[in-house]
């Protein structure tokens, strides 16, 4: 990818956060990022191409930082929970209510890809790390790391589903923690859940 189209999908995915899909122009995107039409249109085919590359530039940011955090040896499996969420959790708060749902309702190709990597890249995030918790004595050895994985995700797709709640009616950072929460404590053996709970109060007293 040329210095050119990355800035440009990296500008471009911040007014879409900031203002929506449906309401930001080609033109919109053009007199922001101080570039002429013509150099868009060098990169991207038309608003919906752009829509979409945004969406993929942004699930490989993201997907790059849950690498980060999962690669970091300094970090057990909780940890790794823990971290993730509040990272994930920080980007998301910035993102305007609306843009959910104009991708699911506008751009459904842009909304289709979301939801396979929720399905498969962050699916497999959180079934490794269940394996490594077991592992470790942390996460209970009776558990279907598959489906538990699974029931992770669907509980994950409430905070990215238009259709289940009115965003601004709730703290995103708090919601994806009490998830994560439920999740961890659910599969926790005693030992993992008197380390979690270090690590919680840890985390108030920041």
């Known amino acids: ?4 189209k990355d800035k440009i999908l990296t500008e471009a995915e911040v007014l879409f956060m900031r203002y929506g899909f449906k309401s930001i122009t080609m033109d919109d995107v053009a007199r922001e990022l101080g570039v002429s039409k013509k ?3 060098q990169f991207f085919a038309d608003k919906n191409d752009l829509v979409n590359q945004c969406v993929e530039h942004y699930l490989d940011n993201m997907n790059k930082l849950c ?18 969420s509040e990272q994930m959790s920080a980007v998301i708060r910035q993102v305007n209510p609306s843009i959910m ?13 979301l939801e396979a990597d929720r399905r498969s890249f962050i699916k497999k995030v959180i079934q490794d790390n269940i394996l490594f918790g077991i592992k470790k004595g942390l996460y209970r050895k009776d558990l279907d790391a598959d489906i538990v994985s699974r029931i992770y995700i669907y509980l994950v797709g409430f905070l990215t589903n238009p259709d289940n709640y009115d965003k601004e009616e709730m703290d995103i950072k708090v919601m994806h923690l009490e998830i994560v929460k439920y999740h961890l404590r659910s599969i926790c053996t005693s030992k993992g859940l008197e380390l979690l709970e270090e690590k919680l109060i840890a985390t108030r007293n920041k």
């Open 101 to 113: 749902f104009d991708l699911k309702k506008y751009f459904k190709g842009a909304w289709d890809k």
């Open 39 to 41: 150099t868009l249109y």
């Open 67 to 84: 690498c980060n955090v999962v690669e970091n040896k300094d970090l057990d499996a909780i940890g790794v929970m823990l971290q993730i």
């Open 1 to 4: 990818m040329s210095e050119i």
